[in-house]
């Protein structure tokens, strides 16, 4: 690589390289628009900072990973850039002290690193160089020479050590590898000059990052959370970008970054609802605030590429920046400011740009949003490979590998969290231990997801490195996504996230998000191999949880009141609990859950969760289940029927109607979401209007209805029905009316006078008496009989009708159901040539045949020798040829002389479907 040599007026740091001409462009913009509100919340920082002091050394701050002191060196980093902003010269020479007094005592501290270390190795530096480089470089002509080498002696002689890296040197997606190398390579762009041996430094961070970025995930996802995303993201950018003007790489041209600046869209709560302390989902290790750092690179990715929408939520961010800059701790938000390219046009978010409906592929992150004005509702849930799919198959070709960075992830597949009216429904739990039981998803024998290291500890005796090697195995999945103007149906497979000693087969978890009723519909298929204890828990935000009447369970949130209604099934039981959860890392306490419980190898269990702003009721919910295995959800006078066999679902309405012909009535049914104990009014008017029919249908416990009303003649019908559940009438439109009988077709064997009739009735079975009768040309009937046809409705007929005349047949059918005879014309043309003819021989029989259809055929001779009274069957005999459409030929059967003296003896012509002549001699 091609190491470009910078002099000391150019900024060596972040991606647009500022110099002197740079810097006096900024400097003229801190009054103006969005540059203005960045900048005042800079100053303000900056002015804060300016009265104070970092801590002298002692074992009483030195504590765990003394991140303090890198929250010391990103100050550092605020009064350098204001130092060369500010246009006040008193005001710049205060920062210019208290930037030397933030470097003499960072450097005067022993070690950058966690408590009993030794070596400058940890994330403890990160802040430390990052802050140093740019006062050694952005005031590099207004410091003394004495103050110079300082800062590169510190820089030089602790970067030595952090090169060698620590245990993170090859976890290439370790936001701790990142931050630590990533400061480095900050560093070294800065001191390279005068210490050579910062080359070497650059060139390694960069061939480090570059194998970051070949195994990060693709769709850009932050599989640990938003915050060390926001960590990573920063420091890629970055080094990216410094790689990129240095090394001639081409780093931050992957597509990677616009796809991580999208997903950092998504993972965004309704801004509405943006406060300085809430902002994001909080999957994984994450707080639910980000502090608007990700603003800082996703400028970055809106100068870079020109998108507007990006651009508009970096617009977004800096407004509330401004607004609460008394309550935002953001030091380094003058990255903000570099980034910022006022020029690129912004666009609000839109379906049309920003799909509702989003799965990022790679790790499985799934958002769905009633729309994008900024108090929509949100439903998400991950579903994905640990770390992304290209990291797990990389940990699991190499054995020596086997943690890339996924040690903030949580064991939480498939487990919702809702964003609704304003504030939490269902949160993630935050930094704390991660374990499946306390998130909103399956156990299976009373244990969690891999991932769940107390849990895997307790039942496998796995240590971390065991079962990191069957999680990353693992492919939980999102198996479909379907959206719809008002509705999405989501199917994920979690069944991967399990031990395989678990016995689970099978943990299919349908979602379908009412977008237009506040409403979260879910169904879980679950197989194990044997039968165990299946657990469902959902955990919800609010005040305490009050059961109901009908099996739901009322939770009261500040904006809202939310249900969860269980349909437990036979066996299954569902209970509010409290459990023991973890609010902390290895801190424990206690949490209040719904759990549902049952003993079985095999579950599907229905959930249906809705809720209303206020003081609003939510919506109830009626389950029925058909015996084709759908599960109907009523709400209200909707209908959603899931079918997890086919991972099929379709709105419907809560009312059927139906004309039956045969009973002479309209069937009317349907489900009730509210009271059981109101009955349904319907009521059947005809098309002039007159009411052929009124009254009330009860409803049954289980909120179901059906009726049959009669009718008196046929013609077009209006089926009205209400219910208080309905909040309105629904009126469907019903056609009663005489059906067409099914075509039937009639097949005539002219030579052997044999006739073969078939159809299909198509009514019910209970009314599925036939007449057949076959009048001659001569108008004599020649055949007529009365019998049944089988359940499905099908018919089939064969009988001998005795000598054909040349001319045409009336063959006819009658069924009562329809009071109605079909008739059918078959012409006979006799030619004198039999289809098939059976004689006796001397020694056997044999058969001439003759194949009259446009088909190729098979026909057979069969001998069927029986005993004497020809009550049982002794031996059979058969030849078989094929015959093409129109060809004779003879087919001959030998048999034993005398064989007529004590048995008897059948032959017969088969063309594989009926019997075409017989002989019976």
């Known amino acids: 690589m091609v190491l470009k040599k910078c002099n000391k007026i150019i900024s060596l740091f972040l991606c647009l390289l500022l110099d002197q001409q740079g810097f006096d462009a900024l400097k003229a913009q801190t009054g103006t628009g969005n540059y203005g509100k960045i900048w005042a919340g800079i100053e303000q920082d900056a002015d804060s900072y300016v009265n104070q002091t970092p801590p002298d050394w002692s074992e009483e701050i030195n504590q765990g990973e003394n991140l303090w002191i890198s929250g010391w060196g990103e100050k550092l980093s605020t009064l350098c850039f204001v130092y060369k902003l500010t246009g006040d010269e008193t005001k710049k020479a205060g920062y210019k002290a208290s930037a030397t007094r933030y470097v003499n005592r960072l450097i005067s501290y022993p070690v950058w690193a966690s408590r009993g270390a030794t070596a400058n190795n940890e994330m403890a530096g990160q802040g430390a160089f990052l802050g140093i480089a740019l006062y050694y470089d952005w005031l590099y002509h207004d410091l003394t020479q004495e103050e110079r080498d300082a800062a590169v002696n510190a820089l030089s002689v602790r970067g030595e050590d952090m090169i060698k890296g620590g245990w993170w040197k090859t976890s290439w997606l370790q936001n701790h590898m990142m931050s630590c ?74 597509p990677v970054f616009r796809n991580a600046a999208k997903w950092g869209f998504y993972n965004a709560i309704p801004r509405d609802a943006w406060r300085y302390d809430t902002d994001q989902f909080n999957g994984g290790d994450a707080p639910v605030y980000s502090y608007y750092s990700m603003a800082n690179f996703m400028a970055a990715i809106a100068s870079k590429t020109g998108d507007p929408v990006i651009q508009w939520y970096v617009n977004q961010c800096i407004d509330r920046l401004y607004n609460w800059r008394n309550q935002i701790n953001a030091p380094l938000s003058w990255q903000l400011m570099i980034h910022y390219n006022p020029a690129i046009s912004e666009q609000a978010p839109s379906a049309d740009n920003m799909p509702l409906d989003k799965t990022f592929s790679d790790t499985g992150f799934t958002y769905l949003r009633s729309g994008w004005d900024g108090s929509e509702d949100v439903v998400a849930f991950r579903s994905g490979r640990v770390m992304g799919k290209k990291a797990a198959e990389y940990v699991l070709a190499d054995p020596n590998q086997y943690d890339l960075g996924a040690g903030h992830q949580h064991p939480d597949i498939n487990s919702p969290v809702i964003f609704a009216n304003g504030e939490w429904l269902f949160k993630d739990d935050g930094y704390v231990t991660g374990s499946t039981g306390q998130h909103n998803t399956l156990l299976v024998g009373g ?14 005796g796995l240590n971390q490195l065991d079962m990191n090697k069957l999680w990353y195995q693992a492919n939980p999945r999102v198996v479909k996504m ?34 237009e009723q506040d409403a979260l519909l879910v169904l879980d298929e679950v197989e194990a191999q044997e039968e165990t204890d299946l657990t469902f828990r959902w955990r919800p935000e609010g005040s305490a949880i009050a059961a109901q009447a009908d099996g739901s369970y009322l939770c009261r949130s500040t904006n809202s009141n939310l249900r969860i209604l269980p349909f437990a099934e036979s066996g299954a039981e ?12 290895n801190v424990t306490g206690s949490g209040q859950f719904i759990q549902v419980k049952k003993t079985a190898d095999s579950w599907t269990q229905a959930t249906a969760i809705t809720w209303a702003a206020g003081s609003t009721t939510p919506a109830s919910v009626k389950l029925n289940k058909t015996q084709q295995g759908i599960y109907e ?16 679902v379709k709105p419907a309405d809560p009312v059927q109607a139906a004309y039956h012909f045969d009973t002479k009535t309209i069937q009317v049914s349907g489900m009730v979401s509210g009271s059981t104990e109101t009955p349904v009014t319907a009521a059947v008017v005809s098309d002039s209007g ?70 299909e009735l198509g009514i019910a079975p209970e009314n599925r008496v036939m007449t057949v009768r076959l009048t001659a040309p001569d108008q004599k009937i020649i055949y007529m009989n009365e019998f049944s046809c089988r359940t499905d409705g099908n018919y089939s ?27 059918q014309w078959i012409p006979v043309a006799l030619n004198g040539q039999s289809a098939a003819k059976i004689t006796a021989a001397a020694d056997g029989y044999e058969a001439v045949v003759t194949n009259c259809t446009a088909e190729s055929k098979e026909f057979g001779l069969i001998l069927a020798v029986y005993n004497q009274t020809g009550n049982q069957l002794v031996d059979i005999q058969t030849v078989y040829e094929a015959f093409s459409p129109g060809e004779c030929k003879t087919l001959r059967l030998t048999c034993d002389p005398g064989l007529e003296a004590d048995k008897t003896v059948k032959a017969f012509v088969w063309d594989g479907d009926i019997q075409a002549a017989a002989l019976q001699p």
């Open 690 to 759: 007159d009411t052929v029919w009124s009254g009330q249908i009860p409803v049954s416990a289980d909120g179901s209805y059906e009726s049959e009303i009669p009718l008196s003649g046929f013609g077009v019908y209006s089926v009205n029905v209400s219910h208080t559940s309905y909040g309105r009438s629904i009126s469907l439109e019903i056609t009663a009316e005489e059906p067409e009988l099914p075509a039937f077709t009639v097949t005539v064997y002219a030579a052997e006078q044999i006739l073969r009739l078939k159809g």
């Open 181 to 254: 190398w990533g400061s480095l390579f900050v560093a070294a762009t800065a001191i390279y000059d005068v210490y050579p041996a910062a080359e070497g430094w650059m060139t390694k961070i960069s061939d480090n990052f570059q194998k970051t970025l070949e195994l990060f995930p693709a769709d850009g996802t932050g599989f640990e959370g938003h915050m060390y995303w926001s960590i990573t993201m920063r420091w890629q950018t970055m080094v990216s970008r410094l790689s990129d003007q240095f090394l001639n790489t081409q780093m931050f041209q992957l």
């Open 574 to 585: 569902s209970a509010s609990v409290s459990l023991p959860v973890y609010t902390g890392k």
């Open 797 to 823: 007929v064969s009988a001998v009708v005795g000598p054909l005349q040349e001319g045409s047949y009336r063959a006819e059918v009658y069924s009562a159901a329809y009071d109605k005879v079909q008739t």
């Open 482 to 515: 379907e959206s719809y103007p008002t509705f999405t149906y989501v199917v994920s497979d979690g069944t991967g996230s399990y031990h395989p000693q678990s016995g689970l087969e099978k943990f299919y978890r349908h979602f379908v998000y009412l977008k």
């Open 447 to 460: 244990q969690g997801q891999l991932g769940d290291l107390p849990s895997m500890q307790a039942s496998y």
């Open 633 to 648: 959800f009523v709400l209200g006078d909707k209908v959603i029927a899931v079918d997890p066999g086919s991972q099929t």
